[in-house]
Protein backbone atom coordinates (compact mmCIF):
# COMPACT_ATOMS: atom_id res chain seq x y z
CA UNK A 1 0.00 0.00 0.00
CA UNK A 2 1.19 3.16 -1.05
CA UNK A 3 0.18 5.18 2.33
CA UNK A 4 -1.61 8.09 2.19
CA UNK A 5 -0.57 10.50 -0.34
CA UNK A 6 -0.28 14.68 0.07
CA UNK A 7 0.25 16.81 -2.58
CA UNK A 8 1.98 19.73 -2.94
CA UNK A 9 5.11 18.72 -0.71
CA UNK A 10 5.81 22.20 -0.49
CA UNK A 11 3.93 25.19 -1.44
CA UNK A 12 4.98 28.99 -1.59
CA UNK A 13 2.13 31.60 -2.48
CA UNK A 14 1.94 35.17 -1.54
CA UNK A 15 -0.92 36.86 0.98
CA UNK A 16 -4.42 36.72 -0.83
CA UNK A 17 -3.61 34.12 -3.27
CA UNK A 18 -5.55 31.03 -3.00
CA UNK A 19 -4.21 27.67 -1.86
CA UNK A 20 -5.65 24.15 -2.18
CA UNK A 21 -4.01 21.07 -0.51
CA UNK A 22 -4.53 17.54 -1.67
CA UNK A 23 -4.93 13.87 -0.07
CA UNK A 24 -5.61 10.84 -1.04
CA UNK A 25 -6.31 8.21 1.91
CA UNK A 26 -5.20 4.81 2.36
CA UNK A 27 -7.71 2.53 0.80
CA UNK A 28 -10.66 1.07 2.48
CA UNK A 29 -9.78 3.83 5.46
CA UNK A 30 -13.56 5.30 6.49
CA UNK A 31 -11.99 8.49 8.49
CA UNK A 32 -9.58 11.16 6.81
CA UNK A 33 -8.43 13.97 9.21
CA UNK A 34 -7.09 16.89 8.48
CA UNK A 35 -4.16 18.57 10.88
CA UNK A 36 -1.72 21.56 11.02
CA UNK A 37 1.70 21.53 12.91
CA UNK A 38 2.96 25.09 14.41
CA UNK A 39 5.88 25.10 16.70
CA UNK A 40 3.49 26.51 19.54
CA UNK A 41 0.65 24.44 19.15
CA UNK A 42 2.12 21.16 18.21
CA UNK A 43 -0.60 19.04 15.91
CA UNK A 44 -4.53 20.55 15.52
CA UNK A 45 -7.13 18.89 14.58
CA UNK A 46 -8.66 20.87 11.81
CA UNK A 47 -11.86 18.72 10.26
CA UNK A 48 -12.29 14.96 10.12
CA UNK A 49 -14.58 13.62 7.79
CA UNK A 50 -16.24 9.87 8.26
CA UNK A 51 -17.34 7.93 4.85
CA UNK A 52 -16.79 11.62 2.80
CA UNK A 53 -18.80 13.25 5.48
CA UNK A 54 -17.55 15.83 7.58
CA UNK A 55 -17.94 15.24 10.95
CA UNK A 56 -16.43 17.92 13.17
CA UNK A 57 -14.89 20.98 11.32
CA UNK A 58 -14.43 23.09 14.92
CA UNK A 59 -10.80 23.15 14.59
CA UNK A 60 -10.64 25.52 11.12
CA UNK A 61 -9.53 28.78 12.24
CA UNK A 62 -11.94 30.93 9.89
CA UNK A 63 -14.65 30.88 7.10
CA UNK A 64 -10.90 31.40 5.07
CA UNK A 65 -10.49 27.91 5.43
CA UNK A 66 -12.49 24.74 3.87
CA UNK A 67 -12.48 20.96 3.39
CA UNK A 68 -14.15 19.10 0.77
CA UNK A 69 -14.20 15.00 0.47
CA UNK A 70 -16.51 14.35 -2.92
CA UNK A 71 -15.24 10.54 -2.70
CA UNK A 72 -13.31 8.38 -0.71
CA UNK A 73 -9.96 8.12 -2.06
CA UNK A 74 -10.07 12.11 -2.51
CA UNK A 75 -9.94 15.45 -0.20
CA UNK A 76 -9.10 19.14 -0.41
CA UNK A 77 -7.90 21.37 2.30
CA UNK A 78 -8.68 25.04 0.51
CA UNK A 79 -7.54 28.27 1.99
CA UNK A 80 -8.44 31.36 0.46
CA UNK A 81 -7.70 34.12 0.93
CA UNK A 82 -3.79 32.98 2.51
CA UNK A 83 -2.14 34.70 4.88
CA UNK A 84 1.10 34.88 6.48
CA UNK A 85 0.05 32.92 9.89
CA UNK A 86 -1.51 30.43 7.75
CA UNK A 87 2.53 29.18 7.12
CA UNK A 88 2.61 25.89 8.74
CA UNK A 89 3.09 21.99 8.11
CA UNK A 90 -0.52 20.37 6.98
CA UNK A 91 -0.94 17.00 7.39
CA UNK A 92 -3.66 14.69 6.54
CA UNK A 93 -4.09 11.50 8.35
CA UNK A 94 -6.78 8.29 7.71
CA UNK A 95 -8.02 5.35 9.91
CA UNK A 96 -10.13 2.17 9.63
CA UNK A 97 -13.00 2.63 11.71
CA UNK A 98 -12.24 0.00 14.08
CA UNK A 99 -8.68 1.33 14.86
CA UNK A 100 -9.48 4.99 14.24
CA UNK A 101 -6.78 5.71 17.54
CA UNK A 102 -4.53 4.46 15.21
CA UNK A 103 -4.03 7.28 12.58
CA UNK A 104 -1.51 7.00 9.51
CA UNK A 105 0.05 10.56 8.29
CA UNK A 106 0.81 11.81 4.83
CA UNK A 107 4.09 13.30 4.53
CA UNK A 108 2.76 16.66 4.66
CA UNK A 109 2.63 20.03 2.99
CA UNK A 110 4.94 22.68 4.35
CA UNK A 111 3.25 25.98 3.12
CA UNK A 112 4.79 29.22 3.43
CA UNK A 113 2.86 32.55 2.26
CA UNK A 114 4.95 35.20 2.01
CA UNK B 1 -6.88 24.93 25.84
CA UNK B 2 -4.27 22.17 25.41
CA UNK B 3 -5.23 19.14 26.91
CA UNK B 4 -2.22 17.20 26.35
CA UNK B 5 0.60 18.84 27.04
CA UNK B 6 4.48 17.90 26.55
CA UNK B 7 6.75 20.03 28.58
CA UNK B 8 10.16 19.42 27.21
CA UNK B 9 11.09 20.12 24.12
CA UNK B 10 13.67 18.71 23.81
CA UNK B 11 15.89 15.93 25.47
CA UNK B 12 19.48 14.22 24.87
CA UNK B 13 20.50 11.16 25.85
CA UNK B 14 23.69 9.00 25.01
CA UNK B 15 23.53 5.95 22.98
CA UNK B 16 22.32 2.87 25.14
CA UNK B 17 21.03 5.13 27.89
CA UNK B 18 17.53 5.04 28.70
CA UNK B 19 14.82 7.83 27.16
CA UNK B 20 12.19 8.96 28.85
CA UNK B 21 10.08 11.08 27.37
CA UNK B 22 6.67 12.59 29.69
CA UNK B 23 3.13 13.60 28.78
CA UNK B 24 0.71 15.14 30.90
CA UNK B 25 -3.31 15.95 30.61
CA UNK B 26 -5.82 17.61 31.63
CA UNK B 27 -9.22 15.72 30.49
CA UNK B 28 -10.36 13.03 32.39
CA UNK B 29 -12.20 11.49 29.94
CA UNK B 30 -9.43 10.80 27.76
CA UNK B 31 -9.78 6.68 27.28
CA UNK B 32 -6.69 5.75 25.10
CA UNK B 33 -3.52 7.01 24.83
CA UNK B 34 -0.69 6.93 21.88
CA UNK B 35 2.82 7.93 21.27
CA UNK B 36 3.83 8.70 17.69
CA UNK B 37 7.49 9.44 16.43
CA UNK B 38 8.36 11.63 13.33
CA UNK B 39 10.95 12.06 11.56
CA UNK B 40 11.90 15.41 9.38
CA UNK B 41 9.73 15.40 6.45
CA UNK B 42 7.95 12.93 6.93
CA UNK B 43 4.15 12.38 8.47
CA UNK B 44 4.05 11.07 12.17
CA UNK B 45 3.82 7.31 12.95
CA UNK B 46 2.21 4.95 15.32
CA UNK B 47 4.70 3.52 17.91
CA UNK B 48 2.77 2.40 20.70
CA UNK B 49 -0.50 3.04 22.43
CA UNK B 50 -2.21 2.07 26.32
CA UNK B 51 -5.76 2.08 27.32
CA UNK B 52 -6.66 3.58 30.40
CA UNK B 53 -7.80 0.59 32.01
CA UNK B 54 -3.95 -0.22 31.58
CA UNK B 55 -1.18 0.96 34.16
CA UNK B 56 2.14 -0.13 31.15
CA UNK B 57 2.18 -1.53 28.25
CA UNK B 58 5.50 -3.36 26.40
CA UNK B 59 6.48 -3.97 23.17
CA UNK B 60 10.23 -4.15 22.25
CA UNK B 61 12.61 -1.52 23.44
CA UNK B 62 9.33 0.97 24.16
CA UNK B 63 7.34 1.08 27.28
CA UNK B 64 4.68 3.09 28.17
CA UNK B 65 3.53 3.59 31.54
CA UNK B 66 0.75 5.61 32.59
CA UNK B 67 -0.86 7.13 35.89
CA UNK B 68 -4.45 7.69 35.51
CA UNK B 69 -3.91 9.46 39.53
CA UNK B 70 -1.52 12.17 38.12
CA UNK B 71 -2.52 12.20 34.51
CA UNK B 72 0.92 11.41 33.63
CA UNK B 73 1.80 9.17 30.85
CA UNK B 74 5.45 8.55 30.09
CA UNK B 75 7.34 6.74 27.36
CA UNK B 76 10.45 4.55 28.16
CA UNK B 77 12.91 3.68 25.36
CA UNK B 78 15.60 1.42 26.23
CA UNK B 79 18.25 1.09 25.27
CA UNK B 80 18.32 4.07 22.98
CA UNK B 81 19.88 3.94 19.59
CA UNK B 82 20.87 7.17 17.07
CA UNK B 83 17.85 5.78 14.86
CA UNK B 84 15.44 7.11 17.35
CA UNK B 85 16.46 10.26 17.09
CA UNK B 86 13.19 12.19 15.92
CA UNK B 87 10.44 13.82 17.50
CA UNK B 88 7.93 12.15 19.46
CA UNK B 89 3.85 12.99 20.09
CA UNK B 90 1.86 12.07 22.82
CA UNK B 91 -1.77 11.98 21.51
CA UNK B 92 -4.98 11.22 23.61
CA UNK B 93 -8.54 10.25 22.69
CA UNK B 94 -11.29 11.10 24.41
CA UNK B 95 -14.78 8.92 25.23
CA UNK B 96 -17.31 8.91 22.15
CA UNK B 97 -15.18 10.91 19.76
CA UNK B 98 -13.52 10.07 16.74
CA UNK B 99 -10.25 12.49 17.05
CA UNK B 100 -7.04 12.57 18.93
CA UNK B 101 -5.92 15.68 20.89
CA UNK B 102 -2.10 15.95 20.05
CA UNK B 103 0.88 17.42 22.35
CA UNK B 104 3.70 19.61 21.34
CA UNK B 105 6.12 16.92 20.84
CA UNK B 106 9.49 16.62 22.43
CA UNK B 107 12.29 16.56 20.21
CA UNK B 108 14.68 13.17 21.61
CA UNK B 109 18.52 13.09 20.14
CA UNK B 110 20.54 10.20 20.83
CA UNK B 111 24.32 10.62 21.20
CA UNK B 112 26.62 8.11 19.52
Known amino acids: DAGVIQSPRHEVTEMGQEVTLRCKPISGHDYLFWYRQTMMRGLELLIYFNNNVPIDDSGMPEDRFSAKMPNASFSTLKIQPSEPRDSAVYFC????????????FGPGTRLTVT | DQQVKQNSPSLSVQEGRISILNCDYTNSMFDYFLWYKKYPAEGPTFLIS?????DKNEDGRFTVFLNKSAKHLSLHIVPSQPGDSAVYFCAAHKTGANNLFFGTGTRLTVIP
Open chain 1, 93 to 104: ASSLGGRKYEQY
Open chain 2, 50 to 54: ISSIK
